[in-house]
């Protein structure tokens, strides 16, 4: 009797451990300072290069003091929930958290936001390849204008760097293994930061050209007022038609959570607490770099900053060495970041297509292949940078950041540990509710900033 009834236990017990997530069963390898390294690449990215953009039409104390501490508190705030909930179910995969909560929909669901927004993020890391590659390297070869050669065709320039970089980093097997390569992004962007304020105190405003003229009515969305003094002075608090990008934008800023569990499976000795150290040391390294980011770079062009700032340096001077480094610096970070975003799809297409398959090199290369294909694809059409942070911030964003971490909370951890009507899940459903008031709140205010401009521009023809 006993023997039988530990035979059946044993396979019972093989049989739940194959229904578990294959990360469960593999030891974390990579360290404590590369997995910070790695999520904080995760959550800095083209983000960064909008928040000067996002200051100047919220003002210095909205965004430093409310906007920018309230995203990133509820931020660590929203991992906390979804390590809470993965620890609970022993699951370490956003998709099978999606499964465990509400089935086969819920896995879905979860996946379809991830891609979605990764694509995204990918999309405009891509995007500032397309736009900046060339003007360095015409910078570089001395040349005044775009003359037309292959090698100066943003199109063809994303082709190269993505078969040459980006897609042998994206074949690597685990996402420790590029720990070293989002070090040596995190230290470019270091050197951009170190760079816009140097650049505070060495560029006048207003803005002048070669010729000594004021450039100030070159501004996008904002209006030159008559006198330097009105216009090169900070704004402690503003709202304008562009104040609706502002939110998205930090949203989309401060989003890593498809990156959270990959991270969590590889980190090495990997308890909840560890991992929300992790957590909690990248977002407030990066919140560090944000803000100086966003305070220097307005403090140096104020309301002439526009919503990708290196574009600002260049109307000052394009030849400028710094300004170039800077830019092939950023070219580098962004390049690096690509192949870690690009996990987090892998796997959830992996979780929906393969569920029970093992690794298998050639699908994870076939995969890989294909969605920096389709990214390239989408990145030669894509219309402006703020379409892509407005959009991908006010949608997936929040259900990443607020939606999904909180009704995953309320739904897997039990009753015997946390009531229905407990705080800690009336927290969560707060804080589920908070990001669809913030998505339909973005939506309509985008969708409505469209609406009117595209009505002024037909009005003016």
Known sequence: YFFIKNVLTFFLTLSTFKKLDSCLLFEGKTSFGMSIFNLSNAIMGSGIL???????????ILLCEI????????????IHLLLKSAGVVGIRAYEQLGNRAFGHPGKML???????????????????????LPLVIQAFLGKQENTGEWFLNGNFLIIIVSALIILPLATMKQLGYLGYTSGFSLSCMVFFLISVIYKKFNI?????????????HLSHGHGYINGTDDFCEAKMFTINSQTAYTIPILAFAFVCHPEVLP????????????????????????????????????????????????????????????VLCVR?????????????????????????????????????????????SLVNLLVIFVPSIRDIFGLIGATSAPSLIFILPGIFYIRIVPEEQEPMFSRSKIQAACFAAVGFIFMVMSLSFIIIDWVTGESRSGGGH
């Open 328 to 372: 092939l610096a950023v070219l580098v970070a962004v390049t690096l970041t690509v192949p870690v975003v690009l996990f987090p799809i892998r796997r959830a297409l992996l979780q929906i297509l393969f569920p029970d398959k093992p690794f298998h090199w050639a699908r994870h290369i076939i995969i890989a292949f294909c969605l920096i």
């Open 204 to 216: 006048p405003c207003p803005l002048e050209d070669e010729d000594h003229h004021n450039l100030s």
């Open 50 to 60: 909008g928040l000067a953009f996002a200051m100047s039409n919220t003002g210095i």
């Open 110 to 132: 979860a996946a379809v936001i991830i891609t979605v927004h990764n694509i995204g993020a990918m999309s405009s890391y891509l995007f500032i390849v397309k736009s900046e």
């Open 263 to 322: 991270i969590y499976t590889e980190l090495r000795d990997a308890t909840k607490k560890r991992m929300q150290n992790v957590a909690n040391i990248s977002i407030l390294a990066m919140f560090i770099m944000y803000l100086l980011t966003a305070l220097f770079g307005y403090l140096t062009f104020y309301g002439n900053v526009e919503s990708e700032l290196l574009h600002t340096y260049s109307r000052v001077d394009p030849l400028d060495v710094l």
């Open 67 to 78: 906007l920018l501490v309230f995203i990133a508190i509820l931020s660590a705030y929203s």
